[in-house]
């Protein structure tokens, strides 16, 4: 059974602390992917990766960084948390799709982030 | 800047019913546009999806229709069952630097109604 798995469901941090978000795939994806997500904005692209060490920022990368040391896990890393990071934050995973290739994203459960 | 816009943001439809859910699209880079169905308390899951070189995918009760010219694709979903009530994002894909970048629309919250 093919799996994405965040390290944490719930996590609570305090203004100003650097936050570390680790995510691990088991099935040899070459994309990983973080999204945040929040009513009424839906899913939106903090960055994603497609290979070890190579990124490529999202929609809203601003306040975020990543890391990808290893294939099979992606972090996500708030330099400074601030309140207005508070938010639902999901990992996925998908094979790298070209052309007529269909390529199924998997996601984790997800890591609900309070800033206070 | 929404590249994928979605509409409805919610939707109530009685049980047996069709449920519509639309979506709009600008970037004709995009290749692959799939729906994904997320249940509370869990990450979303692919529904259906299909490519731009087909029209209408069916998949028992999930219809995507496609419009290329429009840039415009919507889910159908036939004989609307309680245990259909989700939210559902509709996505899409392009090919960007070595990698894939997988854009959402903003969701629309679907409840099925006995």
């Known amino acids: 059974d093919v799996k994405v798995t965040q390290s944490s469901r719930y996590l609570v941090k305090r203004t100003g602390e650097k936050v570390f978000l680790e995510c691990v795939q088991d099935?040899?994806?070459?994309?990983m992917f973080w999204y945040r997500q929040d009513p009424g904005l839906g899913l939106r692209l903090i960055y994603f990766s497609y290979d070890v060490k190579m990124k490529e920022k999202g929609d809203i990368p601003e306040g975020y960084s990543v890391s990808r040391e290893k294939k099979e896990r992606f972090s996500l890393i708030l330099e400074s948390a601030s309140t207005n990071q508070t938010s639902m934050y999901l990992c996925?995973?998908?094979?790298?799709?070209?052309?007529?290739?269909?390529?199924?994203?998997?996601f984790g459960q997800g890591t609900r982030l309070t800033v206070v | 800047q929404q590249q994928v816009k979605q509409s409805p943001q919610s939707l109530i439809v009685q049980k047996g019913g069709i449920s519509i859910i639309n979506c709009a699209y600008e970037n004709t880079a995009f290749d692959y546009f799939p729906w994904y169905q997320q249940f509370p308390g869990k990450g979303p899951a692919l529904l259906i999806a299909i490519r731009p070189d087909v029209s209408e995918k069916k998949e028992g009760r999930f219809t995507i229709s496609f419009n290329k010219s429009a840039k415009q694709f919507s889910l159908h979903i036939m004989d609307s069952q309680p245990g259909d009530s989700a939210t559902y994002f509709c996505?899409?894909?392009?090919?960007?630097?070595?990698?894939?970048?997988?854009?959402f629309g903003t969701g629309t919250q679907l409840k099925v109604e006995l």
């Open positions: 996925a995973s998908s094979l790298l799709g070209t052309g007529s290739r269909n390529t199924e994203a998997f």
């Open positions: 099935m040899d994806h070459e994309n």
């Open positions: 996505a899409a894909r392009k090919l960007t630097g070595g990698g894939n970048k997988l854009t």
